[in-house]
């Protein structure tokens, strides 16, 4: 079983920056495709983004052009950077792993995080 802890959220005001970690432990990490997803209050679980063990990356609509996966397997972690972000970023992200090398579903997710608070003020 492979865990996975998020952390770097935070409150920040509109336009600027955080970095998301996501560190993961129980088995090999560069088997698994790590991706990003959000919740908003109110809202449904979205996929923000994900990097998949073939290198191919995704990016929803409202995360092109300002965040950006990437992983160091050598540190079994990977991190999203967020730049420009704006109120409707504000949710609770939580980090993903999956077996296949798409994660644009949450049913292709086999591990979760517990989630870290990113608000975004204006």
């Known amino acids: 079983q492979v865990q996975l802890v998020e952390s770097g959220g935070g409150l920040v005001q509109a336009g600027g920056s955080l970095r998301l970690s996501c560190a993961a432990s129980?088995?090999?990490?560069?088997?698994?495709?790590i991706g990003w997803f959000r919740q908003a209050p109110g809202k449904e679980r979205e996929l923000v983004t994900f990097i998949a063990w073939t290198g191919s990356t995704y990016y929803a609509d409202s995360a092109e052009g300002r965040f950006t996966i990437s992983r160091d397997n050598a540190k079994n972690t990977a991190y999203l950077q967020m730049n420009s972000l704006k109120p409707e970023d504000t949710a609770v992200y939580y980090c993903?792993?999956?077996?296949?090398?798409?994660?644009?579903?949450?049913?292709?997710?086999?591990?979760w995080g517990q989630g870290t608070q990113v608000t975004v003020s204006s």
């Open positions: 993903a792993a999956g077996l296949l090398p798409n994660l644009r579903s949450r049913a292709t997710v086999a591990y």
């Open positions: 129980g088995h090999t990490f560069t088997s698994y495709t």
